[in-house]
């Protein structure tokens, strides 16, 4: 079946202790992405990643860092979490190019806590 | 700059009734727009998308949309709702020179409710 996989589905931390969202995508997709859901803000992306070794930033980059070391992991990174950190987690992947047939598939999400 | 504007940010129809949720792009060319929907506590899943050709697209669970250029609109339209139907509504349009056309670009959603 393809999938987009997270983990955690949800996780309570303490400000500033580094954590790591994994992002896992069975389907051989060379883009992925991480959005942050915010009530009444929708889904902003955060980074994204056009194959592997290749990352660069979205609209709300600051204080997170990925890595795409293989082609099916994206993770994300809070180096130094903070309270404003606290959101709904999604990972995407899907074909990369102008495509008709693309679309983004998205994991379950992980609802993040910072205390 | 690109963007996607959803007007409405909350609204309740009774269950059986027509449902419209509106969607406004900023593009500058032919845009690849789509809606998804999430239900409460769960991920995304999309609805319909539009590319090129016939701008009245059919999606999933009973659910259209019509792509107007001269309107910049991509109007989601369900002729009688039902109580499932409830979850929040999300217009995206791919993100132009993204690389890829699962690089969106997000409304800020609708939330439905749905009366009995």
């Known amino acids: 079946e393809a999938q987009v996989t997270q983990n955690p589905r949800y996780l309570i931390t303490v400000t500033g202790k580094k954590l790591t969202v994994t992002c896992s995508q069975n389907m051989n997709h060379e883009y992925m992405s991480w959005y942050r859901q915010d009530p009444g803000l929708g889904l902003r992306q955060i980074y994204y990643s056009m194959n592997v070794e290749v990352t660069d930033k979205g609209d709300v980059p600051e204080g997170y860092k990925v890595s795409r070391k293989e082609k099916r992991n994206f993770p994300l990174i809070l180096e130094s979490p903070s309270p404003n950190q606290t959101s709904l987690y999604f990972c995407a992947s899907s074909l990369r190019g102008p495509r008709e047939n693309t679309e983004a598939f998205f994991g379950q999400g992980t609802r993040l806590t910072v205390v | 700059a690109q963007s996607v504007t959803q007007p409405d940010i909350h609204i309740t129809v009774s269950e059986g009734a027509s449902l419209e949720l509106r969607c406004n792009y900023s593009?500058?060319?032919?845009?690849?727009l789509f809606w998804y929907v999430q239900s409460p506590g769960q991920g995304l899943q999309l609805l319909l998308k539009y590319f090129s050709g016939d701008t009245l697209v059919q999606g999933i669970k009973g659910f259209e949309a019509e792509f107007k250029r001269s309107q910049s609109s991509f109007n989601l339209r369900k002729p009688s709702v039902h109580w499932s139907d409830a979850a929040e509504y999300f217009c995206?349009?791919?993100?132009?020179?993204?690389?890829?056309?699962?690089?969106?670009?997000f409304g800020k959603g609708t939330k439905l409710s749905v009366k009995p």
């Open positions: 593009y500058g060319a032919t845009p690849y």
């Open positions: 995206a349009v791919g993100r132009k020179g993204g690389g890829s056309q699962g690089n969106l670009i």
